[in-house]
């Protein structure tokens, strides 16, 4: 069973069944990360960059019910003590950019800010290739 079938399974059967998340085996937030992502890969079109495919997939109905039990999933180590990634100078602009944007629109989420500035700046889409074709 792939990450994203288990995934959608536990999402159908958390809207019939809100405390099926206390059960055993409910996928962790990671899992459900790798599953909206696995989505994403699914609905990628040939030549098609990578965020715009993972846009539809957030906005289809599979990835909103993915989305809705994420945050009802566990997450299994604490944000505060993960170590910091280290980020390129193309991911640092992105993510500055998504900093800035959420600043203005602060009820946005940062997967819809990214994909707005994604959308809104493709260069900078287009310096992360780059720069990880080069790596």
């Not at 019939?16 to 890969?41: N, W």
Request: with cysteine; proline share 6%; glycine share 4%.
């Amino acid at each position: 069973m792939t990450t994203l079938t288990k995934c959608l399974q536990a999402a159908a059967t958390l809207t019939a069944d809100p405390m099926a998340v206390r059960k055993a085996g409910f996928p962790t937030v990671p899992e459900f990360d790798a599953a909206i992502e696995e989505l994403a890969d699914y609905l990628q079109l040939d030549g098609e960059r990578y965020y715009k495919a993972y846009a539809r997939a957030m906005e289809s109905p599979d990835g909103q019910l993915l989305y809705a039990a994420r945050s009802w999933a566990t997450n299994p180590e604490p944000v505060w003590k993960r170590e910091a990634p280290v980020l390129s100078k193309s991911e640092q602009a992105i993510a500055d950019a998504v900093a800035g944007y959420r600043k203005i629109h602060k009820d946005c989420s940062s997967e819809r800010a990214l994909i707005k500035v994604l959308e809104a700046r493709p260069e900078l889409y287009g310096a992360y290739e780059r720069e990880k074709a080069g790596q």
